[in-house]
Nanobody, 112 residues
Framework: QVQLVESGGGVVQAGGSLRLSCAASGSIFSINVMRWYRQAPGKQRELVAAVTKDGSTNYEDSVKGRFTISRDKNTLYLQMNSLKPEDTAVYYC????????WGQGTQVTVSS
C-alpha cells in the first residue's frame, strides 16, 4: 500500500511560480514510476509529467521548459514556472507499483 498526500497548490498570477509536493508513505520502495496529472473543469485528466525509478523524465508538450518534475527519497515535486491561466486545474500525484495509487489532488489557479 502507498499513500500520497499533495500540497503546495494555491492562487498565483500569470507568470508566477508554484512548487507542488507529494509525500509518499507506505511501500515506497516498490514504486516504479511517479507522475503528475491535472484535470481542468470540464476536461479529461491529462498527464503533465513523469519520472521513473532511474530518474528518466518526460513532459506534456505544453509544459516543457516551464515545469520540472523531481523526486527524492519519498517526495515527488513539480516546480511550475511561467504559469499560464490554462494551467489552472486540480493537480494529482500518481504512483505505480503493481497497482496505481492517487493522491487527493491540490488546486492550482492561475489568474490573468
Amino acid at each position: 500500500q502507498v499513500q500520497l498526500v499533495e500540497s503546495g497548490g494555491g492562487v498565483v498570477q500569470a507568470g508566477g511560480s508554484l512548487r507542488l509536493s507529494c509525500a509518499a508513505s507506505g511501500s515506497i520502495f516498490s514504486i516504479n514510476v511517479m507522475r503528475w496529472y491535472r484535470q481542468a473543469p470540464g476536461k479529461q485528466r491529462e498527464l503533465v509529467a513523469a519520472v521513473t525509478k532511474d530518474g528518466s523524465t518526460n513532459y506534456e508538450d505544453s509544459v516543457k521548459g516551464r515545469f520540472t518534475i523531481s523526486r527524492d527519497k519519498n517526495t515527488l515535486y513539480l516546480q511550475m514556472n511561467s504559469l499560464k491561466p490554462e494551467d489552472t486545474a486540480v493537480y494529482y500525484c500518481y504512483a505505480f507499483t503493481w497497482v496505481a495509487y492517487w493522491g487527493q489532488g491540490t488546486q492550482v489557479t492561475v489568474s490573468s
